[in-house]
């Protein structure tokens, strides 16, 4: 069975980020990610990033992605593993991972420190018919145009006004696909303004305490009922519009992919600032399993941004509880902190700042360096 | 349908196969998943429920949801939307 230093699971911002901090700290390294190619939803993201140039702003997210996966195939100490499922992690130290056509070959390895960046999934809506083709998730949609070049439909009804809801709406209409309108069920806007701006000067009608009631169609989307609902969310009589749309795109929130902390038996918490169960970890991204960290949306909803940096964190540290130091670890820590305290030191980031609070358990210790 | 133009993305694809759905010959690119393929031919729905028949399309796109599940060269529940089609692939609704 092999043996890796770190294996990083899921090669998204978060693992690809640690990836390449794991190597330049000498550790050898396996990267397995279930897509068809790594870049997790940098891949998708075609608009371009805030922050500081340190945080890649003014790139767009498909660029990132790519640089990251060049300086990942030109790394000798890192193997990389598509279309592959790590299905669990044992106690006595082993991982299984179901790779080949659906998964028809079981491979197990030995990590001696694990990073799990499995990112996070769609939240569901109910609503009458929410099963029928044509009701599909916002990063689906997002994935069937920017990555693949298809359009999901050609009239689509957008629920949710969170940033993903207003990026995704905007993508739509450069892709010529025409959105009816955004449904939001809470009283205001939830995503950034400049975004939503946008979206208002071409037309797009945002209807806010609205939501979806209904889909009709025979065997796909045909038609919609949005309605109107009052402060406890119960739908308002006659005020129910009708609209005709092919596609349903669902932007209600994302939650952690969090399974493999749970079947590791990491210490978890419900923590609604960060979207749902999280691991609970210190300031290294350590989480209750010595052997484990973590990195990125599987630690609490954030944006790509946040979840690089993160990986950064993980793969600093689990390198240097092997004693694989990086040259300058104590310096990139820091600055990795104040990277992160950065990129959270705005008012839309205050939740996630009290949510990052209440998941760290204790100070991380700074491996000493020893020679 | 495949989007044509773009104001920022230039769609570089793999090279053009065919595949069956159903029994019929359709294309579809080689560095895509399966799923891709059947939409940007029009087709939605993917399977039907075991019990209620219900019709099912694609979802999550990350193989996590299980509503895009079809049958492929005789291999039932494969995740259509994280594999790669491939040349000659059987694919049906299950």
């Known amino acids: 069975m092999k043996v890796y230093d770190i294996v990083i699971v899921g090669g998204g911002p978060a693992g690809l980020a640690a990836a390449l901090t794991a190597a330049s700290c000498t550790a ?13 939803q940098l891949i998708k993201q075609t608009h371009k990033f805030f922050g500081s140039s340190r945080q890649f702003a003014g790139i767009r997210g498909i660029e990132i992605a790519r640089n990251f996966i060049h300086e990942i195939k030109k790394s000798s100490n890192i193997e990389v593993l598509t279309q592959a499922t790590v299905t669990g992690y044992y106690e006595d130290g082993v991982l299984t991972i179901l790779e080949g056509f659906n998964g028809n070959r079981l491979i197990k390895v030995k990590p001696k420190r694990m990073i799990v960046a499995t990112g996070a999934s769609e939240n569901m809506l109910p609503f009458t018919n929410n099963d029928l083709p044509g009701v599909y998730g916002a990063g689906a949609v997002q994935t069937l145009m920017n990555v693949y070049g298809v359009a999901p439909g050609k009239e689509v009804l957008m629920v949710g006004a ?7 709406a905007y993508q739509l209409m450069q892709a010529n696909i025409q959105v009816k309108a955004i449904v939001e069920a809470m009283p205001s806007i939830g995503g950034y303004w400049v975004h939503a701006s946008k979206i208002r000067r071409l037309g797009v009608p945002i209807y806010t ?9 025979d065997e796909k989307v045909e038609g919609v009922t949005i309605c109107n609902i009052d402060k406890d969310f119960n739908f308002i009589p006659q005020t129910e519009k009708e609209l005709n749309v092919d596609t349903v795109c669902l932007a209600v929130g994302l939650s952690p992919l969090a399974e493999l902390l749970w079947q590791a038996d990491c210490q978890m918490a419900y923590i609604s600032e960060l979207c749902g169960y999280v691991p609970q970890r210190d300031e290294n991204m350590k989480t209750s399993n010595d052997m484990i960290y973590i990195a990125g949306d599987v630690a609490g909803i954030e944006e790509a941004s946040s979840a690089m940096v993160e990986g950064q964190v993980a793969a600093l540290n689990a390198a240097a509880s092997l004693n694989l130091y990086h040259k300058e670890y104590s310096q990139i820590k820091q600055k990795l ?14 939740a996630i700042t009290r949510g990052v609070q209440k998941a760290t358990i204790k100070k991380g210790g700074d491996y000493v360096y020893s020679r | 349908m495949r989007i044509q133009k773009h104001p920022i993305l230039d769609f570089k694809h793999g090279e053009k196969i065919t595949f069956t759905f159903q029994g019929k010959e359709l294309e579809g690119y080689s560095d895509e998943p399966i799923s891709a393929a059947l939409i940007a031919s029009g087709i939605k729905l993917l399977s039907y429920s075991r019990k209620l028949k219900r019709p099912r399309g694609f979802f999550c796109a990350i193989g996590k949801c299980s509503s895009c599940l079809m049958t492929v060269n005789g291999i039932p529940n494969v995740r259509t939307c994280v594999t790669r089609l491939e040349e000659g692939m059987v694919v049906e609704r299950q």
């Open chain 1, 28 to 40: 050898s390294v396996l990267l397995v990610d279930d897509g068809l190619q790594l870049g997790g």
């Open chain 1, 162 to 168: 969170g940033n993903i809801g207003l990026i995704v």
């Open chain 1, 209 to 217: 305490s609205c939501t979806l009631k209904e889909v009709r169609g």
């Open chain 1, 337 to 350: 902190k104040r990277q992160l305290a950065q990129l959270r030191n705005n008012s839309m980031c205050e």
